[in-house]
């Protein structure tokens, strides 16, 4: 067996390997921020050119500027309507459609902004957390189109879809953490490093395990969830306060 020093020796080892991945992700995240600031200053540039280009003539033959033709917004598609449970067979369409709507009716709220907001600072950075929501939560559309969802992750993210439409944004915070912190007892503060392993932990379920501790592409959409619900509230604010998040 080992030495108590050999354990210490390891558990270092595995500590600063933890550290240099931080560290990558880290760089991953800046790496991808930068792209999508990159994304968002060309799409303004193209909407200023289309701004300045003059005007454009409808189909009865009078004139509108680029601005009011950008201010209508998105096409209509399937996703305007909202719908209930019972209209869909499976619950990854219920929630897949849930999410999808709420992505749509973010980047309309963002196109009805003046051209002014929008330039602004903190009008950019609005438009980059859509963006990079959109961005995060693909592998989760992904995974809810071809049926390959962790079942827990579907169970919840379920649940969370039921309280917003109910407007209880505090208890869709509460699954949240749930989702990304988990409710195991976790017996230590570093795991499965071998030392001194509980027999318990071979017992906790995979429903009690935190998502975000697992995977960084689950920390990622479920990050990306958590901006669509808050979004939501922005939105449709419940009129009882204590049901909004703080």
Do not use: C
């Not at 060309?42 to 680029?66: H, I, P, V, Y």
């Not at 196109?111 to 438009?127: F, H, I, P, V, Y």
């Not at 071979?202 to 990306?224: M, P, T």
Request: proline share 2%; net charge positive; glycine share 6%.
């Amino acid at each position: 067996g080992e030495t108590h020093e050999q354990r210490l020796l390891r558990l270092r080892s595995l500590l600063v390997i933890e550290y240099e991945r931080e560290q990558g992700a880290s760089k991953g995240l800046t790496n991808a921020a930068q792209s999508i600031a990159n994304e968002v200053e060309r799409e303004l540039e193209q909407a200023m050119a289309q701004t300045m280009g003059g005007e454009m003539k409808t189909s009865d033959g009078n004139k509108e500027s680029g601005v009011d033709h950008k201010k209508d917004g998105l096409k209509k598609n399937k996703y305007d309507l909202p719908r209930t449970r019972a209209s869909f067979e499976f619950t990854e369409d219920f929630v897949l459609f849930f999410f999808k709507r709420l992505l749509r009716e973010w980047e309309q709220h963002l196109l009805q902004r003046s051209e002014d907001e929008k330039m602004s600072a903190n009008g950019k950075r609005a438009t980059m957390l859509q963006k990079q929501a959109r961005r995060d939560i693909r592998a989760f559309i992904k995974q809810l189109k071809t049926r390959q969802i962790p079942r827990d992750v579907l169970a919840k993210s379920e649940k969370i879809v039921f309280a917003a439409e109910k407007r209880n944004y505090v208890e869709a915070k509460r699954i949240f953490f749930e989702m990304a912190i988990g409710n195991a007892p976790w017996p230590m503060g570093v795991t499965m490093v071998g030392i001194h392993e509980r027999s318990g932990r071979s017992k906790i379920f995979s429903s009690q395990i935190a998502h975000v501790l697992n995977d960084e592409v689950q920390r990622k959409y479920i990050h990306a969830m958590a901006r669509l619900i808050s979004f939501a509230q922005s939105k449709y604010p419940s009129e009882d306060l204590t049901k909004n998040m703080g």
